[in-house]
């Protein structure tokens, strides 16, 4: 028997029928269709570029919808904006953060409600409380500019919280937080359910999904896929509906190809690093393994030359390097794939040429002049070999979805054939499908030669991909082990000292 409008409305908190979007060259959402319960958890999956964030963009009015209906609490919505759309109860927490460096964790979280909130006190106040309701214990006085990645995230979850929201959608939420810090966020979520209010939740690990969500909706390339009860579906079968073809495993063969030393380092001193020595071989995956805050970002940053160190030396290939700078690290062989691609590695209102090239350019120059011939065709090369999918090559990178963007910075490396690949957390962000194909060119480098140190939040990752691991715990190398013999608890025990 069909449903009337008023029944449906009763059920539903939100009815997307048949949404359009496009983009010049690009097709985002094509006849889209999905409704979302009240009170329960909906988890959308689907490739890099498959239209989830374009259709929460349109949702919460950062976009205008080409055709179709929303329906929003039983109200039809033609045209919105941000602020209209937090008013009527439906809140988002983008990927991409929206934070203002410049003033303090306290302000971000209230910022326009200031009178709301009772003056400064209040707003600092209740923030605090917000914050802890999250399991979180940053100080609303500190500026937003001295937090980490993680706990900026857990800024803009107390931040939506702090909304009378019915309907909170969450892009990618945990995309950097700790194990400890993702059990506050499954709690809070949990909470909010049983308060009556429904969650969108969007992520590529799945595992997740299948913990959190009561509902599950694929999309590719711009179309629904699938809607079903997440009981009604299989990790095999989801992943299989997102990518369009079988994946075996999600991991490749682990490479085997690890030869003489190639980098070592020597007594590597920050003031928040102490005597920090080890030794990465040719060919070989070297994993970085520890808490958010334990050192992994400051040891590559300070070989880098990103960072001031004390006393540290570096050896290549046995002999010694100074290296004062990042122009000195590219200079002996290094490369960086840093932690925020956004901020630290793309410049994302140049074009997708001039993102992928610019570590070449000084190789393709004519007189003085560049030579347009020659980065045109190192950027169509590595748009080809690394399946990135953008309307052509001087498209702007801000367009990209995550996954396209990490390509780019790894394609502009993979020009200049580098000895030493370091990649900060590669795959944040980035679907399981785009996560294989980074997989498979990280064994190609090493197979082909070069070396990579890997620092990843997911442990499954670095235990599949890495030859040897090392954990760190207060800014100390704690532990060294092989990912073939060791056990979770084991790494645990040394990560957490």
Known sequence: MDIDMSEKDSVFILQ?????????????????????????VHGIVGENGAGKSTLMKILSGVYTKDEGTVIFDGEVIERTTPIQSLNRGLSIIYQELNLVNTMSVGENIF?????????????????????????????THTMVSELSVSQKQMVEIAKALSFNSKLIIMDEPSSSLTNDELKGLYKIIGDLKQMGISIIYISHKLDEIFDLCDMVTIMRD???????????????????????????????????????????????????????????????????????????????????GADKVKGQEVLIDGKSVKIKGPKDAIRVGMALVPEDRKQQGLILSQSVETNITMAALKDHVKGIFL?????KKIAEKHVASLAIKTPGIKSRVVSLSGGNQQKCIVGRWLEIQPKILIMDEPTRGIDVGAKYEIYL????????????????????????????ILTICGGRISGEFNPEEVSVNSIMERVLG
């Open 16 to 40: 997307v029928e048949n949404v359009c979007k496009s983009f010049p060259g690009v097709k985002a959402l094509d006849h889209v269709t999905i409704e979302v319960q009240r009170g329960v």
């Open 441 to 468: 060119l990280m064994k190609k480098i090493v197979e082909d030669g070069g070396s990579i140190i890997l620092i990843s939040s997911e442990l499954a990752e670095v235990l599949s991909m890495s030859n040897r």
């Open 371 to 375: 030579d347009k011939t020659s980065q």
């Open 111 to 139: 910022l326009g409600r200031f009178k709301e909130a009772k003056g400064m006190r209040g707003t600092h106040t209740k923030a605090q409380k917000l914050l802890e309701q999250i399991g979180c214990s940053i100080d």
């Open 222 to 304: 711009g179309n629904v896929i699938d809607s079903k009860p997440i009981t009604e579906l299989s990790r095999e079968e989801m992943i299989t509906k997102m990518v369009g073809r079988t994946i075996e495993k999600e991991y490749p063969e682990r490479p085997y190809c690890v030869g003489a030393p190639l980098l070592e380092v020597r007594n590597l001193n920050t003031r928040k690093l102490h005597n920090i020595n080890f030794t990465l071989h040719k060919g070989e995956i070297l994993g970085l393994v520890g808490l958010v805050g334990a050192g992994r970002t400051e040891i590559i940053r300070a070989i880098f």
